[in-house]
């Protein structure tokens, strides 16, 4: 499973290219939402020339709702910015001769494909040159990471178009106490009630403008039941669901 925290052991010296790919691609992501929806802390990533700023911006990544809407991988990635050895890799990055330095849009994304791979080195204890070296001799090197990032890109934007709806349960969010109760281990992306974790769902959606919207649901809404199995939705829906399931802007 892919780490969530700085607080997971880094892992063994010797990983493979593989793995570092892996990271490397959750981190992109995770600079990709501080750039679209966290622009100072972007703007503060570029223009860091110490650890410690680097380390200080990692520790903003870390508090309540800075991170809200990002994957799980993208916010967990973005922990590590407050260890030492991944705010030096970024310097070595941001120093590599082949680090984009001009102003046009292609060099802000590959700023991020470099960024994103001196965090997965920082995190395996590696040099950063050393890291681009082997992900360009397995295959997995900056044009490659490109390419898979960008896929989502276009698969992000066909489900954008077509209004796609999903659920999670509300229990995604949360885990059980041993003494009784449920505590929250990450942010809710709405509210909800309080009695809420008796049962419910987080119905997501895309709204006209493109952005994504949450909102509390009792029962799964009809399009998203499974209909095949009638005695299941049975089950699962015992009050009556909305007629149609909408997704509105809460602002």
Not at 65 to 77: E, F, Q, S, V
């Amino acid at each position: 499973m892919l780490t969530n925290s700085s607080r997971e052991k880094p892992g063994p010296k010797e990983v493979s290219a593989g793995i570092i790919f892996t990271f490397a691609h959750q981190a992109y992501f995770g600079f990709q939402f501080l750039s679209r929806n966290r622009e100072p802390l972007w703007i503060k990533l570029l223009l860091a020339k110490q650890i410690r700023e680097i380390q200080e911006l990692g520790k903003e990544c870390v508090k309540p709702n800075i991170m809200a809407g990002a994957g799980y991988g993208a916010k967990g990635l973005m922990t590590w910015l407050t260890k030492q050895n991944v705010a030096i890799q970024i310097l070595a990055a941001k120093n590599h001769r082949r680090y984009p330095r001009s102003r046009r849009p292609s060099s802000r994304d590959r700023r991020m494909l470099f960024l994103a791979i001196a965090v997965a080195a920082g995190v395996f204890d590696r040099k950063f040159s050393t890291t681009l070296r082997k992900l360009a001799e397995a295959g997995y090197g900056e044009r490659y990471l490109s390419q898979r990032v960008h896929n989502w890109d276009r698969i992000e934007q066909q489900l954008k178009e077509r209004g796609v709806v999903w659920a999670e349960p509300i229990l995604n969010y949360c885990d059980p106490m041993p003494v009784g109760g449920w505590q929250l281990k990450e942010d809710l992306p709405c509210s909800v009630p309080k009695d809420c974790y008796h049962g419910g769902y987080i119905i997501h959606g895309f709204l006209a403008d493109g952005r994504v919207a949450s909102r509390f649901s009792r029962t799964l809404p009809t399009e998203l039941r499974d209909v095949t199995n009638p005695k299941k939705e049975k089950a699962e829906n015992v009050n009556k669901p909305n007629k149609k399931c909408r997704i509105r802007d809460s602002n």
